[in-house]
């Protein structure tokens, strides 16, 4: 399964980047262009802090599978975001806000897990939930006031949807409102998981 994540993830890197100047040569907001380009390069991402924290001396390696297939369904959610579904699928913003935070939640648990087995720190499923609930919120806080703050402020749009008004804090509800179901897989699959991929 390895050599077939990577290349997966390789593949949508590169047709990721190669969208990113479709945009900008078509004339759309220069942060379309350097949101793409974020995109295909924040894909190799979970490779470079599995390998820098030494997760690969304690896990197999289907352990990075999981992580980087949960980091690139966060990644295509928003590109297909960007290629106009937002407009033509019902609500589409709202399953992004949902799904996005949910993704990232288990993303933060299985490597706030890793970490401690790694360094030999003793942490029970509730402290795993409570930390991963505390990091992911964060994230969502600083992500959609930062969006605020360039689209209120600066008059820039990061998106397609010109003109219409922030949704600052519908975002915020509802990518609060993924996290319980995520403490849920957590709690109740963490040690599945961490028995089937430790060495």
Known sequence: ???HVRKIVNGLSLIVFIMAFYFVFTGHSI???FGYLAFSAV???PRIIYRRLGLHENFSNELLDWIELSFSGIVLLSVAGYLWLFDLLYNYDAYVHFF???FIFIIVAIVFKAGTVHWKIDTTKSDNVLASLVIT???ILLWEISE???????GKNMFFTIGQPN???YD?????MSLPVGAVLIYKYNDVLFSKIKK
Not at 172 to 176: A, L, S, T
């Open 167 to 169: 949704d600052t804090l």
């Open 172 to 176: 915020v509800v509802v990518g609060f």
């Open 100 to 102: 996005t935070p949910l």
């Open 148 to 154: 605020y703050f360039i689209t209120i402020y600066l």
């Open 31 to 33: 942060f379309i262009f």
């Open 137 to 139: 919120m964060s994230l």
């Open 43 to 45: 894909l190799f991402l």
């Open 1 to 3: 399964m390895k050599v």
